[in-house]
């Protein structure tokens, strides 16, 4: 049987791979399940300072496997509470997305193709994103009736803006990787044949810096982009550079720079 979630171990980092390339990478809620799983398990190997999100074949994650979606439901016991795509959300989609959010390690999404409706908001749920040249964006939603999720509302219009949202939401146009690259959508652009390359050098650059302190700083932007204001983000600011302060990579920062010779940070 083939493993819907692939994983590579290197020296520092980690490549999660969803492998479902006849469905692109749609995912369904067995494959939710593993890929949640390989997550869990790269956030509790020490080792692990960095993880690339990508995917098999032509596609990066066409969202939601919508396979049998019209089936008639199995018959709910009686007295239960009626089921919905809302509970199907609440039961996958939200864990993944919250998931991403707070992993130990920062997270490139190496976009290899499609990633259209959840898998667009998977992919700019990571920390940083690149994409293949040939890769698109596209919030399928509307095409079916349904409306963003995985936090597709949440970042689109923090990172493009209202309007490029608005039209990208309503249109359900696909957006070029390269035009994303322009909106501010995601990081940069790389030829198909070196987007794992550009990954791989990204990991494992990110897996000898102070981890810590990246996740500190990752903590702050998303404090600031949720809306707080000046005086609160110094505050903040505050605290957390007295946090970073007394970590084992500032010392070896500090200690290095004096030294004049590379730090070698631990991320600890």
Known sequence: MTEPVLVEVH??????????????????????????????????????????????????C????????????????????????????????????????????????AVNGIAAGAGSSIALGCDITIAARSAYFLQAFTRIGLVPDC????????????????????????????KAAEWGLIWGVHDDDKLMEEAHKMAAKLATMPTKAILMSRRALAAAT????????????????????????????VTAFLEKRPAQFKGR
């Open 11 to 60: 020296k520092g980092y980690r490549v999660v791979q969803i492998n479902r390339p006849d469905r692109l990478n749609a995912l369904d809620r067995a494959t939710h399940v593993v890929l949640m799983q390989k997550l869990l398990e790269a956030e509790a190997d020490e080792s692990c300072r960095a993880l690339i999100l990508t995917g098999t074949g032509r596609g990066f």
């Open 62 to 109: 066409a969202g939601a496997d919508l396979a049998g979606r019209n089936q008639p439901p199995e018959p709910e016991p009686e007295g239960a509470p009626k089921r919905d795509s809302g509970s199907s959300i609440e039961e996958t989609w939200n864990p993944l997305a919250r998931k991403l959010a707070v992993m130990r390690m920062p997270v490139i999404a």
């Open 151 to 178: 936090g597709g509302t949440w970042f689109l219009p923090n990172l493009v803006g209202p309007a490029r949202a608005r039209g990208m939401v309503m249109l359900a146009e696909p957006l070029p990787a390269e």
């Open 226 to 253: 949720a809306g707080n204001d000046l005086n609160t983000q110094l505050d903040l600011e505050r605290d957390l550079q007295g946090m970073a302060s007394r970590t084992e990579d500032h010392k070896e920062g």
